[in-house]
């Protein structure tokens, strides 16, 4: 069993900042990577950031400057600080656990996902 647990949604200022936790427990034998999607409302979901096994990171065009990510291997934690917020960051934030495959595809386990709202 595996399980993804999400934290720190909430509602925002546009310009204000939040912080994303994602801690995975359970059973894996190997890490590829772990990565936020966000899927903004009537959008499909997208690739936010990535963080691969090895430590090196990727980020959407649409968030590179503002948004970081960094991960715990010790607790099996994965943060996103996001920073300068815009209403079109708006949207459910869904941690991914890839445990194979590609670092950019979508395998393995999902969170349940966290709701962020940007007002204007």
């Known amino acids: 069993q595996v399980q993804l647990v999400e934290s720190g949604g909430g509602l925002v200022q546009a310009g204000g900042s939040l912080r994303l936790s994602c801690a995975a427990s359970?059973?894996?034998?190997?890490?590829?990577?772990m990565a936020w999607y966000r899927q903004a409302p009537g959008k499909q979901r997208d690739l936010v950031a990535v963080v691969t096994s090895g430590g090196s990171t990727d980020y959407a065009d649409s968030v590179k400057g503002r948004f970081t990510i960094s991960r715990d291997n010790a607790k099996n934690t994965v943060y996103l600080q996001m920073n300068s917020l815009k209403p079109e960051d708006t949207g459910v934030y869904y941690c991914?656990?890839?445990?194979?495959?590609?670092?950019?595809?979508?395998?393995?386990?999902w969170g349940q996902g966290t709701q962020v709202t940007v007002s204007s």
């Open positions: 991914n656990l890839k445990t194979y495959g590609s670092i950019y595809g979508d395998g393995g386990y």
């Open positions: 359970g059973t894996f034998f190997r890490i590829n990577a």
